[in-house]
């Protein structure tokens, strides 16, 4: 049965997995039990590239609480397989450091929080 | 025309603003006493059967429960009471929770009410709070703010379809000129595309300007079966038309960044409800919350080609004296967004529209209004429709 903490647990580890489903095909992320496009719930585990392009991105200056020591960063939508997106934060400066169609790694960085939620900090590596 | 599912008879709204000194049940005071004050029947308030208070979240004045509390500052004491909670539309959540009261035939009189003070706290807490209404497994995660969320949206459109950073700044611009004739809005500022371009960046391509207000306020409205709508007032507004949707909050969900789906099925649902086709609406307040949000809600409720929004502010078709006014009160981009009181206060300013009573900002001749008002990344949507009985 996927979940969301195990997704999290898996990704801790330097893996990314979606849920796919075993009746459609659809894959999610992060799984979930119910197949959003065909309400199978036969979902199995599927290992995802740790790479992908910006479909999207945003350079955030004015960031929450939680996350104000680590402004400015960049947060980007990252198509990994057509219709499969995730999201992840790039430690850049200026908008002009990134653009639409940039080829993008998933990093990792094991959480340290004893409070809930513990789950990775999920950031991005420019590829060239 | 269809029968309308409910009437308006009262309307009331507080100053919006950095309220300093006041709390959020003392600004609900401020619109009740208003609404109250407009009703020919000097005993309304005895016949309200019932309370339907939006409001999002409790971390702003640490306090949760607020129904019964802001019931009870009210002079109510003994009323049945539910608090709505959908963020940024908690207002119109409560407002069509009430059309179902009133439609049900379970009750005839009811109070819908909107209200949220969130200046108590400061910036990057009160953006903490607001991110609390993105996904905690995807998006807050990844410390996005409500603005970067519609960024992502900006930043797709403009790849996509070429909007501007400039015809977005024109939103600003339009709305802030209108909040001038607003003496209820927060700003009172009229500002230049200049100045929004050269606003300190946000979350890019959003800037300064290009963002809402951190506002306290409230709004309030007395709703009634239609057919007794005549005895508390001489000029009640009908809600003809009503529609709700949702969507996935995550935008990592949706096929396109950009497509704020549920927007276009309330206003289908709710133009279909009231045998009206968009373009006999006569005025509109559409959720601002960011510039680019308006421009899309353009596409969405089908006054522009997908893509193409952006042009109707270059043509200037939504200024007041356009063919599609939208946000005459200054929008929550101007006038304010006190989150929980939003989706109440458009109501308030299309009731002053249908009643002819917008002062300076009348739309001249107004019969038929929309406001539409969303929560989140646009994933709880309400569309509502009203009309005079001239």
Known sequence: ?128 | MSKPLASIVAAGCSKFGKRTGVMARELLVEAFQEAISKSKDPDIRKKIRVGFFGNFSEMYEHQSHVAPILADWLGFHDLPVIRTEDACASGSAALRTGIMAIKSGLYDVALIAGVEKMNNRRTNEVLEGLAMASDIAIEQWSGLTFAGIFALMATWHMHKYGTTETQMALVAVKNHKNATLNPKAHMQKLITVEDVLKSRIVAWPLKLYDCSLITDGAACVIITKPEIAEKFTDNPIDIVGSGSSSDHESLIERKEISDIKGIAKATREALEMAEIKIKNVDVAELHDCFTIAEILEYEEIGIAERGYGGKLLEEGATNLDGWFPVNPSGGLKAKGHPVGATGIAQIYEIFLQLRNEAGPRQIKGAKIGLAQNMGGSGSTHFVHLLKNRS
């Open chain 1, 1 to 128: 049965m996927v979940s969301i903490e195990e997704f999290y647990s898996k990704l801790n580890e330097g893996e990314l997995y979606g849920g796919k489903c075993s009746n459609c095909g659809n894959i999610t992320l992060p799984p979930r039990q119910i197949c959003p496009k065909c309400l199978s719930t036969q979902i199995d585990w599927y290992k995802l590239s740790m790479t992908g392009e910006v479909e999207s991105f945003t350079l955030i200056t004015v960031a929450p609480k939680n996350f104000e020591n680590e402004a400015p960063y960049a947060v980007c939508i990252v198509k990994i397989l057509e219709d499969v997106k995730f999201i992840g934060r790039i430690k850049i400066s200026s908008q002009n450091e990134i653009k639409v169609g940039d080829k993008v790694e998933f990093v990792i960085e094991k959480s340290i929080s004893n409070e809930w939620p513990m789950w990775p900090k999920i950031y991005l590596k420019k590829l060239n």
